[in-house]
């Protein structure tokens, strides 16, 4: 196996992460968005969709979307859990995932590409270009501070985003909020304490370097 990805990407460092807390390790295999490496004739033979991280198993199988590389590694390697156990706990992850996904790292995502100068036509990744939208941006923000304030009072209850157990949910949040901070300069306000709390904890994990 080997994992198509970029060090300044998010969405690799969801997998990155992933990796790093099963303890798998594989070949990496650095793609250059600064570059365009990602639209070339080599890349794209892997991922039509022009986007990283893509996961290329040794049967030649090319494996995007970062929930589905996931998945068949969780497959392959069961332990630690990382999306649930049971039936409930596995759709509770699934569920809390998809609602980090959408209601955050989208919102912060849409928020910085419809920003920044240098992706003018490039305000949604992958094989077609789309114009910037420069209203949507204080939209995107909105909808980003209010993942914080629900999630915030998520927090308040439970441990982790899933509940009592870490999980992919934690992942694809801490890097919402990575991003979230370093991009758009939406870092978690002081009034969010229990998003906080939950922050400190789990950005300490070791693989969180990843
Ligand atoms: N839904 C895809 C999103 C992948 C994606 O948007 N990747 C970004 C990097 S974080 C990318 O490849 N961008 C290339 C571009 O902007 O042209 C997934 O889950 O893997």
């Known amino acids: 196996m080997k994992l198509y990805q970029s060090n300044n990407s998010p969405n690799s460092r969801r997998v990155r992460i992933y990796l790093a807390e099963k303890g798998i390790s594989m070949p990496i295999v650095p793609v250059d968005?600064?570059?365009?490496?990602?639209?070339?004739p080599?890349?794209?033979?892997?991922?039509?969709?022009?986007?990283?991280?893509?996961?290329v198993?040794?049967?030649?199988?090319?494996?995007?979307?970062?929930?589905?590389?996931?998945?068949?590694?969780?497959?392959?390697?069961?332990a630690p859990p990382l999306l649930g156990t049971s039936p409930r706990t596995k759709a509770l992850v699934a569920m809390w995932e998809r609602r980090v996904e959408q209601e955050g790292?989208?919102?912060v995502m849409e928020a910085v590409r419809n920003a920044v100068p240098r992706l003018k036509n490039r305000a949604i990744a992958g094989p077609h270009d789309y114009v910037q939208i420069p209203a949507l941006v204080e939209?995107?923000?909105?909808?980003?501070?209010?993942?914080?304030?629900?999630?915030?009072?998520?927090?308040?209850?439970?441990?982790?985003?899933a509940g009592d157990e870490f999980s992919v949910a934690d992942?694809?949040?801490?890097?919402?909020?990575?991003?979230?901070?370093?991009?758009a300069g939406l870092p978690i306000a002081d009034q969010h304490a229990a998003l906080k709390r939950w922050y400190e904890t789990v950005s300490a994990r070791p693989s969180m370097a990843a």
């Open 57 to 78: 198993l040794d049967d030649g199988t090319a494996i995007g979307e970062v929930p589905a590389i996931i998945r068949y590694l969780e497959e392959e390697s069961p």
């Open 105 to 107: 790292f989208a919102s």
């Open 171 to 183: 992942i694809t949040a801490v890097v919402t909020v990575d991003f979230a901070t370093k991009a």
């Open 42 to 55: 080599a890349y794209a033979a892997i991922n039509p969709r022009l986007a990283v991280p893509a996961l």
């Open 33 to 40: 968005l600064g570059t365009g490496e990602q639209f070339s």
């Open 139 to 161: 939209r995107s923000r909105q909808r980003a501070l209010n993942f914080y304030a629900d999630f915030d009072a998520r927090l308040a209850d439970v441990p982790f985003i």
